[in-house]
């Protein structure tokens, strides 16, 4: 029998211009393109894209949007906005979140984005990319914890990229330092990416 499909979602998690944000995402999606099984499809989704109002309002919060097992209606959030992102979340089956740190946490627009769904993150498990001075982990803890607090899935892993080259160029103008993946992959970054991509997979499978 033919494994069933299975879609991940490698999301982009910060705003800022200039930002080196999908300079990172593209690497970590090579990384883990050529290890993906047949069956599953992965898609970069740039939270950019999908501009959210600071928080969510309206009558009926997001944990109490429908029920679990139910999708949730079209149109729910009565925000054409938020409705844009819930449907495009509700197309995956697990994410890789690829987010900086800022001042010990996750960028404000990605809680932002986090805190305006429920029902599209129950269940699915989760990757994390983190990075910064430092590698971002406490970013990466952060989002751990709100992740369990939107019950969200398994945490399969958690990478740690430290941009120890061209600093001033990634933030100046958003750009990878010529030498930094390489520099990553002498570290083990990206073997503990496609680890973490195939336990990912494994729990997608309903394997582990």
């Given at each position: 029998m033919a494994a069933k499909a299975i879609k991940i979602a490698v999301i982009?998690?910060?705003?800022?211009k200039p930002r080196v944000g999908p300079s990172i995402t593209k690497w970590v999606t090579s990384i883990i393109a050529p290890s993906a099984p047949s069956h599953a499809a992965i898609e970069t989704v740039d939270i950019a894209d999908y501009p959210l109002p600071l928080s969510p309002s309206g009558p009926v919060i997001p944990a109490k949007i429908t029920t679990p097992g139910v999708p949730v209606p079209k149109g729910a959030y009565g925000d054409a906005q938020v409705d844009a992102w819930s449907e495009k979340i509700a197309e995956f089956n697990g994410f890789i979140f690829v987010t900086p740190q800022y001042n010990w946490s996750i960028p404000a627009v990605l809680k932002v984005s986090l805190d305006h769904l429920f029902f599209e993150w129950l269940g699915k498990p989760v990757v994390i990319v983190s990075y910064g001075g430092r590698g971002g982990g406490k970013a990466a803890a952060?989002?751990?914890?709100?992740?369990?607090?939107?019950?969200?899935?398994?945490?399969?892993?958690?990478v740690e990229l430290p941009i120890t080259l061209g600093m001033d160029l990634a933030q100046s103008k958003g750009e990878l330092h010529e030498g930094q993946a390489a520099?990553?992959?002498k570290d083990g970054k990206a073997k503990g990416i496609e680890e973490a991509f195939t336990r990912l997979v494994t729990v997608l499978e309903g394997k582990a």
């Open positions: 982009i998690s910060s705003t800022r952060a989002l751990k914890e709100i992740w369990a607090g939107v019950r969200g899935g398994e945490v399969a892993g958690a520099a990553w992959e």
